[in-house]
């Protein structure tokens, strides 16, 4: 039986690279916290993430057959995040929706996040190089 890396390592690569994402979404939101109109955007991690680990087994095990009309193709469905718009807790005057604390939060608790996936897949790594070794 073979091993490949994708299989080794799970879904640590595609979270690093999510978490990645977020990171930069919820920087933007904070960064225009005080520009007039600016609406404050967000994904659901967890379903992205989903979405991303059935893409990558899909294409992986080659071409993917539709057994019904209904059923989406692969790559339907828009951008990869699908960012979503904030509904904002309390309406501001000039239309901005960005809640300064939510938004400091959710940055706060996404980078501890992302330090844990890297400590795991840091993890993961140096016990398939252990195996490699034979230690």
Sequence with gaps: MNISIDNALG???????????????LANNIANADT???KARDFDFHQVLQQRQIQAEES??????RTNANHLAIGAGGSSTDLQYRNPLMAS???NSVDTQLEQAAFAE????????????NGRITGLMSAIKGE
């Excluded at 992986?60 to 057959?65: L, P």
């Excluded at 330090?115 to 897949?121: E, G, H, M, S, Y």
Aim: glycine share 8%; no cysteine.
């Design 60 to 65: 992986s095990q080659g071409s993917v057959k």
């Design 36 to 38: 007039p109109g600016f």
């Design 110 to 121: 996404n980078s501890t996040q992302f330090l844990t996936a890297l400590r795991l897949l």
């Design 11 to 25: 879904a640590m690569p595609h979270a690093l690279s999510l978490r990645a994402e977020r990171t930069s979404v």
């Design 93 to 95: 005057l000039d239309g």
